[in-house]
C-alpha cells in the first residue's frame, strides 16, 4: 500500500531511505540534481552539492545506477530535496558490458521513475527495479525487460484483463487478437473483422498511443494488432517470480514483440512518452540481425 510522507514545517524534515540514481543532471561546476528513485518515498529530485567532485562531499559514489542508503533534507515547499549523504553499495557495472543490457536498464530507470508518483512509499516497484538491473547483467535482456513490463504493470494496477474478449465475451483463444485501448482489453479474430454494426470494434491502424489514462486516450475504433503467442508469454511471464526473471527462454522476434506491446500500455498508462520504448526496440532488433 502507497503511504505519502508528512512533512513538520516547524523542524528539519531528514530522510533516511535506500535509493537508486535514475539520473544526473549538471547543476553547476561542482553539484548534481539527482533523480532517485527510493523505497520509502518512491520518485525524489534532489541537489547534491559538490557531488561532480572526485573529493567532495560524496567521494565520487554518485553515478548512473548507483544504489545504497541516502540521507536527505527534505523541503515540503519545492520537489527540490537536499542530499547530505549516499553511500554506494551496487553499482551494476556489468551493465555496461553490452549494448542491449545498457539500453534495458535505461528503459526501466526511466519507466519507474515515470510509474513512481514522488512522496508514494513503494517498496514492491523499487524491488522490482533493482532486481531487474540484477538480471539484466547475466541474463537475456529482451526477457528481463518483458519481465519487468509484465511485473510494473501488475505492482501499480494497470494490467488489463487478457483473458476474454471486450466485445464477445469469449476466451481470447484465437491466433489473431486485437486490444482495444478505449476498452482497455482484447479482442478475439472474429470480432475483428467488419460489421455493420456499431456494437463491435472495427480494426483500425495500429496507434501510438496518446496521453492519457490507461484506456482513455484512444478512439473505440484504434486497436492494436497482436497475437496469441504474445498473450501466452504475458500470462507466463505474470505466474513467475522475480527468482525466475530472466531465464525463461524466449525467442527475440517473440520477445520483441511482446515488449512493443506491452511499452504501448505503459506509456498509455502514465502518460510518458514512448521514445525510450522506441530506442530499446531498435537496439534488441539490431543485436537480433547479427
Not at 515540503?76 to 539500453?103: K, Q, V
Not at 512509499?121 to 525487460?145: C, F, H, K, N
Not at 501488475?154 to 486485437?178: D, H, I, N, W, Y
Amino acid at each position: 500500500m502507497a503511504m505519502t510522507m508528512a512533512y513538520d514545517p516547524l523542524v528539519i524534515n531528514f530522510a533516511k531511505t535506500s535509493a537508486l540514481v535514475l539520473r544526473t543532471y549538471e547543476y553547476s561546476e561542482t553539484s548534481y540534481v539527482v533523480s532517485l528513485l527510493t523505497r520509502e518515498y518512491g520518485r525524489l529530485h534532489a541537489l547534491a552539492k559538490g557531488g561532480r567532485r572526485p573529493k567532495g562531499t560524496f567521494g565520487g559514489e554518485i553515478d548512473l545506477f548507483a544504489e545504497g542508503p541516502a540521507v536527505l533534507v527534505m523541503h515540503p515547499e519545492t520537489s527540490l530535496h537536499l542530499l547530505t549523504e549516499f553511500s554506494c553499495r551496487r553499482r551494476w557495472l556489468g551493465l555496461r558490458s553490452a549494448l542491449d543490457r545498457a539500453y534495458g536498464a535505461c528503459y526501466a530507470a526511466e519507466i519507474a521513475g515515470a510509474a513512481s508518483p514522488e512522496g508514494e512509499q513503494q517498496p514492491e516497484l523499487y524491488e522490482l527495479v533493482t532486481t531487474t538491473l540484477d538480471s539484466l547483467e547475466a541474463g537475456d535482456a529482451a526477457a528481463v525487460v518483458a519481465f519487468f513490463q509484465v511485473h510494473l504493470l501488475m505492482t501499480t494496477g494497470f494490467m488489463p484483463e487478457l483473458q476474454s474478449c471486450v466485445a464477445c465475451g469469449k476466451a481470447a483463444t484465437t491466433r489473431q487478437l486485437g486490444y482495444c485501448f478505449a476498452r482497455s482489453g482484447l479482442v478475439c479474430a472474429e470480432c475483428l473483422k467488419p460489421r455493420p454494426d456499431a456494437g463491435r470494434p472495427a480494426p483500425g491502424r495500429t496507434p501510438r498511443p496518446r496521453r492519457g489514462r490507461a484506456g482513455g486516450g484512444d478512439s473505440s475504433d484504434s486497436i492494436y494488432r497482436t497475437s496469441l503467442a504474445v498473450i501466452t508469454l504475458i500470462r507466463s511471464l505474470a505466474r513467475e517470480g522475480g527468482a525466475a526473471i530472466g531465464r525463461t527462454r524466449v525467442p527475440r522476434p517473440l520477445a520483441i514483440e511482446t515488449i512493443r506491446f506491452l511499452g504501448y500500455l505503459i506509456a498509455s498508462a502514465f502518460e510518458h512518452d514512448a521514445s525510450a520504448l522506441a530506442n530499446l526496440l531498435r537496439r534488441l532488433k539490431a543485436s537480433d540481425e547479427r
